[in-house]
T-cell receptor, first 116, second 114 residues
Framework: AQSVTQLGSHVSVSEGALVLLRCNYSSSVPPYLFWYVQYPNQGLQLLLKYTTGATLVKGINGFEAEFKKSETSFHLTKPSAHMSDAAEYFCAVNEAGGTSYGKLTFGQGTILTVHP | EAGVAQSPRYKIIEKRQSVAFWCNPISGHATLYWYQQILGQGPKLLIQFQNNGVVDDSQLPKDRFSAERLKGVDSTLKIQPAKLEDSAVYLC????????????FGEGSWLTVV
């Protein structure tokens, strides 16, 4: 079974500072990797995804993530945090193979707080 | 393009009562998922449908939870009888059939069992 570990349940940054949210996965097959954001009382919104090709993936709202196979990581970054980035972020892996391909396995989430 | 629609958004029930949640996926999406998100945790898959067939319900507590997707479009998730630990957000999601396609989520149905 595949799994996802997000290091740090809470991350706090100042407005304008670098955002780094860490995600490591375990997978026996090449994974498809996703980052979702969840604002209070809302569902999940896709930020970006990696399937194949370029390992540096750009998403919405200035976020990007790099797939590093050797490190089994897919960390999310943004050069300059904005107050509107405050939310909970989830890393997820797409299980391949069998009849339940397409199913997402999520990490436990990281709450991002942005200070003025 | 309309998103995934869910109702009701909020529900409070007493333990041992029943509740049902409805989901309408994005038009043309063959795959439909129900996830349970307990406060402070990531979503966990309860059941996955491909058209109107179940392809994964290994995490569904079948003694109290049931789900159906008649005609391969709308879906209903039912809990009967509810327990306190069922308090969670129930997220419906849909995607096209192919691996790696984006899974789109609805806004969720928030259940509180008292």
């Amino acid at each position: 079974a595949q799994s996802v570990t997000q290091l740090g349940s809470h991350v706090s940054v100042s407005e304008g500072a670098l955002v780094l949210l860490r995600c490591n996965y375990s997978s026996s097959v090449p994974p498809y990797l996703f980052w979702y954001v969840q604002y209070p009382n809302q569902g999940l919104q896709l930020l970006l995804k990696y399937t194949t090709g370029a390992t540096l993936v750009k998403g919405i709202n200035g976020f990007e993530a790099e797939f590093k196979k050797s490190e089994t990581s897919f960390h999310l970054t943004k050069p300059s945090a904005h107050m509107s980035d405050a939310a909970e972020y989830f890393c997820a892996v797409n299980e391949a193979g069998g009849t339940s391909y397409g199913k997402l396995t999520f990490g436990q989430g990281t709450i991002l707080t942005v200070h003025p | 393009e309309a998103g995934v629609a869910q109702s009701p958004r909020y529900k409070i029930i007493e333990k041992r009562q029943s509740v049902a949640f409805w989901c309408n996926p994005i038009s043309g999406h063959a795959t439909l998922y129900w996830y349970q998100q307990i406060l402070g945790q990531g979503p966990k898959l309860l059941i996955q449908f491909q058209n109107n067939g179940v392809v994964d319900d290994s995490q569904l507590p079948k003694d109290r939870f049931s789900a159906e997707r008649l005609k391969g479009v709308d879906s209903t998730l039912k809990i009967q009888p509810a327990k306190l630990e069922d308090s969670a957000v129930y997220l419906c999601a849909s995607s096209r059939q192919n691996l790696g396609n984006t899974i789109y989520f609805g806004e969720g149905s928030w259940l509180t069992v008292v």
